[in-house]
């Protein structure tokens, strides 16, 4: 054990010299492993679920992958041969992934303190210790997962998130990592050789056509892009691709993108799996990401001063497009009709039709306590607003959070309801109703 503490450049005490791991925590065939959670009679078997209106496959179980079922395939098209094959299928429910997704974030909180929600299945933690411990802490929380809320991990860990993606890809594909992979138990030429036997396109953060190009300059591999020259590649690419590069030697340049929810600021941001393109969409997201930053609110008993609202594409494609806005409300509030309002009005003239936007994020700071300002109606100065926040939480709470919503997601109900789901499986966790019944016998 290591006598002195040293602080990391983020303010944190760590013991020894290790710098901190990035972990990507990522769930294994997501929509499908939520699906077996209350039907474990899936389990082993080929599973797919379906986009809206049972378009098309967008997940599949490992048999389902094994039996040369196609990602996106149209359902219609293969439905009578799959099920020839013992394929079973699922309407998308998103409301249980959704739910299962929030317990899983809230179970890896307990094992850090620095995550950042990437997606409704990924998240990236930072982890601290020798590469011993830090693989010991990656496999109590695969065993938590599993135990706790019922689904499958894989883990991938490194220096950076470049690599830790990398290292999660390691863990799916050797049965003998037992779904951990750390590189920083890995000596140098061992790392290497498992660089050399990545292609370049399978590094996050190169898309196909940056891939062609970098063939053409014969790089070929992980290993090749690493040992590439930064800077000329800079001048070629731009920083991203330089930071790609700095990445797979192991530097950390993006850091973990934290959603706060503290007393002095809440965030609320997440990357989306497909990107969305236009602005009802966009609209659609801000509306949800401002109910949920203000139900936050209210659960803490704040009022919020001021809002930021961010929208931006990835910042690894060509033409990189970011809007940031922030706004002060006339009065301290945690009402989430007029966070949407604010949000769209600032933001909305920003967003451009037809750019793919991958990420937007709400976040709500400058805060004061509610009860200081409930003492000021005493004088009866305040008119009484329509206390819309309380009403919907207290709905939401009731009937689930997709019957209720402000503006954009208030349609989507009605989308929801014309939307053909005709294999979907029950809302386990989120209503009553829908509960799963056990017989003992
Ligand atoms: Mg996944």
């Not at 899983?104 to 299945?121: H, K, N």
């Not at 992980?222 to 001048?235: E, F, I, K, W």
Request: net charge neutral; with cysteine.
């Amino acid at each position: 054990m290591s006598s002195h503490t040293v602080s990391s450049h983020t303010g944190s005490s760590r013991t020894g010299s290790q710098p901190p791991s990035i972990a990507i925590v990522d769930a294994n065939n997501f929509y499908v492993s939520c699906e077996r959670i209350f039907d474990p009679r899936l389990e082993g078997k080929p599973v797919v679920v379906l986009s809206n209106n049972d378009g098309c496959v967008i997940a599949r179980s490992q048999e389902a992958k094994t039996l040369g079922i196609d990602m996106a395939a149209s359902w219609q098209s293969i439905a009578a041969e799959a099920a020839a094959k013992g394929v079973i299928a699922r309407s998308s429910n998103y409301e249980l992934y959704g739910d299962i997704s929030a317990r899983c974030v809230e179970l890896l909180g307990r094992f850090t303190s620095s995550q950042e929600v990437y997606s409704i299945d990924e998240s990236f933690i930072r982890l601290t210790g020798s590469a011993e411990q830090v693989s010991g802490i990656a496999r109590e929380i695969r065993v938590a997962t599993k135990k706790m809320i019922g689904l499958p991990v894989s883990i991938g860990i490194a220096s950076s998130k470049t690599l830790a993606k990398l290292a999660n890809r390691g863990s799916k594909s050797s049965a003998a990592l037992q779904g951990v992979c750390n590189l920083g138990s890995y000596a140098p030429a061992q790392v290497t050789a498992i660089l050399a036997s990545v292609d370049a396109s399978d590094v996050w953060g190169i898309g196909s056509r940056t891939a062609q190009k970098l063939a053409g300059m014969g790089i070929h591999t992980a290993a090749d892009l690493r040992d590439t020259d930064a800077v000329q590649l800079r001048r070629r690419f731009g920083v991203n691709q330089e930071r790609v590069v700095q990445e797979l030697r192991g530097v950390d340049c993006l850091p973990l993108e934290e959603e706060r929810s503290d007393r002095e600021q809440i965030q609320f941001s997440r990357s989306f799996a497909v990107p969305i393109s236009t602005v009802a969409e966009l609209e659609e997201v801000l509306s949800v990401y401002t109910q949920r930053a203000a139900a936050r609110l209210r659960e803490q008993g704040s009022l919020a001063r001021m809002m930021g609202c961010t929208a931006s594409t990835s910042p690894f494609r060509d033409n990189h497009v970011s809007h940031a806005v922030s706004l002060a409300f006339p009065d301290p509030t945690d009402d989430p009709v007029q966070m949407y309002r604010a949000a769209i009005t600032a933001l909305g003239p920003q967003l451009q039709a037809g750019q793919q936007y991958v990420r937007v994020g709400v976040s709500l700071y400058e805060f004061s306590s509610r009860d200081s300002h409930a003492s000021l109606d005493i004088f009866g100065t305040a008119p009484a607003p329509f206390a819309a926040g309380a009403v919907l939480d207290s709905i939401a709470a009731k009937y689930g959070q997709e019957n209720l919503g402000l503006g954009r997601a208030g349609l989507k109900t009605n989308r929801a309801w014309t939307m053909r789901r005709e294999m979907v499986s029950p809302r386990a966790t989120t209503h009553w109703d829908e509960l799963i019944t056990v017989a003992a016998k």
